[in-house]
């Protein structure tokens, strides 16, 4: 009796099952392959800005200098504003949780994969969204907190703005969403919280600062966009509107944006310093808690950006001690750093040196941020330079060092390769140099009396000032000297870089466990967790007197075997399927590719550019067009054919990475 097999008839709503191209990525719903898209992308964004930059620098470089004209300075620095934190610092903090957080809980994927390319996809059309509007009539130009009511001016075109900034915060929420639930529900068996590794502690804390922040500038948003599209009056003084309720509403999220920015950054060094200090992180929930706290305390600063606004003195005086107060949690974490690296073995790589540069700047940043809860000196210093010096050393020398740390620290794991080290130290010693020969002198010039946001640099103010603004103007040249030094570095390793093995650091956490790069499913069996910084444990056991001393099969014999408690809380499962399939020697299950997510934001573009106003139909077409993505998105299939991968039952494989070290 013969038997015939049929092939299946593949559906519209049919996966895409191309593993390898150009259709796999933008198809793709692996964490890892959307966290590579985040960062390439951001580089892009990034480049954009910095030209900004460089109008800007140019056109103050000299007194009454007459480059550009003031709209095109207003263009510049707005978009820089915005691209900057919105889609650089912001997006290059979500590379780092897409690539990282389920590899460090153990974990084979984010809780919702498809959602997670969705936030992607929302980001990317979010920024060129914004960028079209220098091809529809002029970017905006009322700098990026768009305050009111300059915003509603038809020819600031904010409008722009308002809806491009509404689509990046659904990438935001959506993403927000997805690593709470991931870190709060697929760590691995044994990670209790106080065992998490201190970037899924910082991460956590920012996610929930999104989740709470961003629908509060999306009010706001909505309320700007109905004053500028449709004629409301919720601005407006001249027909009743309050300026300063857009004052409010914007620094209620803008501040905790701050934190938002930094917080990741922290976590990366918290990883960064103990590796390379070779000690574990001093005080962890210290550290932790301080965390928490600045996220909590962070939501109460934010009239302190309004000390010269119509607000009373029995408010300036609450949010004077509430400024002065977070300097205490963030004091706590800056102890904590030095004293980790104090009696430590130090090694100066390049993720390291980039380290001591964040704590260094951000401690700067962070004591001139101080002077602002003093009232009188804040009215003083109001938009003027020293402002922008001050936020220049909290997010550049702060966030973008701690972020270029983790880029240099984690590199190897992404691509199995290690980056230059000469050239990611010369990358190191440019960029100090140049930022702060850009963004030092601003502070002088700023308390000589330079105004921000002004397109001529007066000649009254005098040659002083005139010469901070050329040390800046030279600054400039030095970082982008210095950028194109990591874009050489980052190009040539990617493709020639030298094999670095799947622990190159003699690291701490669960992620150097896995291959570099890891493989699809992340690990081979999940991991029980037994120990904070459980890597380091698996490697290292301690003598008589209390030193560490290699294992020499690379784990300690408590970790070859879940221990009782564990084996309970496998057997009873935690309710997904990664804990599920890499304790019982199942197959590992992971999600398909999907069109659906890229389908379904294609739509938000015409319904933004219909929003506008130019016609309705756009939004008829985009409403239709999200709507058909969202059925398509329910229908399609859970799983394409059985594309299961195997599971590799081999001890010695899981543990290959210690071995090897």
């Known amino acids: 009796m013969s ?6 008839r593949r559906s519209v709503f049919s996966r ?8 796999s990525w933008i198809t793709t719903t692996d964490h890892k392959k959307i966290g590579i898209m985040y960062f390439f992308t951001v580089l892009v964004f990034f480049f954009l800005g910095g030209v900004e930059s460089g109008v800007i620098r140019a056109q103050l470089a000299q007194a009454e200098n007459s ?17 900057m934190v919105f889609l650089v610092v912001m997006p290059l903090s979500a590379a780092f949780f897409n690539y990282l957080i389920p590899l460090q809980v153990g ?39 768009g305050y009111a009511p300059l915003s509603l001016d038809s020819v600031s075109n904010m409008a722009f703005y308002a809806i491009g900034l509404q689509l990046l915060g659904v990438s935001s929420l959506s993403a927000a969403v997805n690593f709470i639930t991931t870190i709060l529900n697929m760590r691995a068996p044994g990670m209790t919280f106080m065992r998490m590794p201190m970037f899924i502690w910082m991460s956590l804390v920012t996610n929930f600062l999104l989740l709470f922040a961003m629908p509060i500038i999306a009010v706001a948003l909505f309320m700007l966009q109905f004053d500028t599209v449709f004629g409301a009056q919720f601005f407006n003084p001249a027909t009743g509107g309050d300026p300063i309720l857009w004052q409010h509403l914007f620094w209620l999220f803008g501040h905790p944006e701050v934190y938002i920015m930094i917080l990741p950054a922290m976590g990366i060094v918290s990883e960064v310093l103990p590796v390379f200090s070779r000690k574990p992180l001093f005080g962890y929930a210290a550290v932790a808690f301080a965390g928490a706290a600045i996220g909590f305390i962070g939501f109460g600063v934010w009239a302190h950006h309004m000390f010269t606004s119509a607000i009373g003195p029995v408010a ?12 205490v949690p963030t004091g706590i974490k800056i102890f904590n750093w030095v004293f980790t690296m104090w009696g430590g073995k130090l090694r100066f790589t390049t993720p390291m040196l980039f380290a001591i540069g964040f704590v260094s700047m951000f401690t700067i940043g962070g004591l001139s941020g101080v002077t602002h809860a003093v009232v009188p000196h804040n009215a003083q210093q109001h938009d003027t330079y020293y402002v922008v010096a001050h936020f220049h050393y909290v997010l550049f020398g702060g966030a973008l060092f701690g972020l270029i740390s983790g880029i240099y620290y984690w590199f190897p794991k992404v691509t199995g390769r290690l980056m230059d080290e000469k050239l990611g130290k010369l990358h190191f010693w440019t960029w100090l140099l140049g930022f702060n020969l850009t963004f030092g002198p601003m502070h002088m010039s700023g308390l000589l009396g330079q105004p921000r946001r002004t397109a001529i640099l007066p000649a009254e103010l005098g040659g002083a000032v005139e010469l901070y603004n050329l040390m800046s103007s030279i600054g400039l040249l030095v970082l982008v000297v210095s950028a194109l030094v990591f874009l050489f570095n980052l190009i040539t390793s990617i493709r020639s870089g030298v094999a670095s093995g799947p622990d190159p650091w003699d690291a701490r956490t669960l992620e150097w466990l896995s291959a570099s790069p890891p493989k699809h499913y992340n690990f081979d069996t999940i991991p029980s967790v037994s120990h904070r910084d459980e890597f380091w444990h698996r490697k290292y056991a301690e003598d008589e007197a209390g030193q560490p001393v290699a294992v020499p099969a690379g784990a300690s014999s408590e970790h070859v075997e879940p221990d009782a408690a564990h084996a309970r809380e496998a057997e009873v499962g935690d309710g997904t399927d990664a804990a599920h399939d890499g304790v019982d020697g ?37 409403v239709v067009w999200v709507i058909i993505g ?13 594309d299961d991968d195997p599971v590799v039952e081999d001890p010695a494989a899981t543990r290959s990475g210690v071995a090897a070290h």
Do not use: K
């Not at 038997?3 to 299946?8: E, L, N, R």
């Not at 929302?122 to 990026?144: H, K, Q, T, V």
């Open 16 to 23: 895409p099952t191309a593993e390898t191209g150009f259709s």
């Open 67 to 83: 480059l550009v004209t003031a709209e095109i300075y207003n263009q510049a620095f707005t978009m820089h504003g915005i691209t």
């Open 316 to 327: 300036r005086s609450a949010f004077a001690l509430s400024t002065m107060f977070i300097a």
């Open 107 to 145: 974990a084979r994927d984010v809780a919702f994969p498809r959602l997670n390319a969705f936030s992607y996809w929302m980001y990317l059309f979010g920024g060129i969204f914004l960028y079209s509007s220098f091809l529809l009539g002029g970017a905006p130009n009322g700098s990026w907190v």
């Open 586 to 622: 199942g197959h590992i299950h992971m999600p398909d590719p999907s069109y659906w997510p890229l389908v379904m934001c294609l739509g938000f573009l015409p319904l933004a550019y219909g929003l506008l106003g130019p016609t309705p139909w756009l939004i008829v077409i985009g």
């Open 630 to 642: 969202y059925f398509g998105w329910v229908i399609e299939p859970v799983a394409e054919g059985d």
């Open 3 to 8: 038997h015939s097999t049929t092939t299946p």
